[in-house]
């Protein structure tokens, strides 16, 4: 059986899902609270509908936040890049160091306010891009810095 990777991401990343759940849910919600009083004579089963989608939006910014920093786990060794995500379905990722072709970090606003920033690494791969979301800022320099050392001294060419 497969080993799980050995970290997890930040736990920063519990604030940063949640203040991101947020603003997206906020929008949602208002947008169809705006959408169910601008329509005149709207049924009273549209209300609910929009109050569910409150009480969807609540669980999603308080549960998903949580799940997800359970879940997502990563891992850099000689060999590959593995990795672990998800909250409500699972994906497991795993690419041979050999197969690397790129390796980018991005730290967006958001995340800059909570430390954070995310690693891409791209491969050899019909999948796409390996991307390990929420590491702490100084330890995503730090995983780039060593995927760039390892990766050098590799001798296949990443096709």
Do not use: K, N
């Amino acid at each position: 059986m497969l080993r799980e990777p050995a970290y997890q991401v930040s736990p920063q990343a519990i604030g940063f899902w949640t203040v991101s759940a947020l603003i997206g849910d906020v929008l949602l919600v208002l947008g169809a609270v705006l959408a169910w009083l601008v329509v005149p004579g709207a049924p009273g089963w549209v209300g609910l509908l929009v109050l569910l989608l409150a009480l969807v939006a609540v669980a999603h910014v308080v549960l998903m936040p949580r799940i997800r920093f359970r879940v997502h786990r990563w891992e850099v060794t000689d060999t590959a890049v593995h990795t672990r995500e998800g909250w409500i379905g699972r994906q497991t990722r795993i690419a041979p160091i050999s197969r690397v072709q790129t390796v980018d970090s991005r730290q967006g606003a958001l995340q800059r306010l909570f430390g954070l920033a995310s690693i891409t690494v791209t491969t050899a791969s019909a999948a796409g891009p390996i991307t390990v979301d929420c590491l702490d800022a100084e330890t995503a320099r730090h995983v780039v810095a060593r995927l760039t050392a390892i990766t050098a001294t590799t001798e296949d060419d990443a096709t």
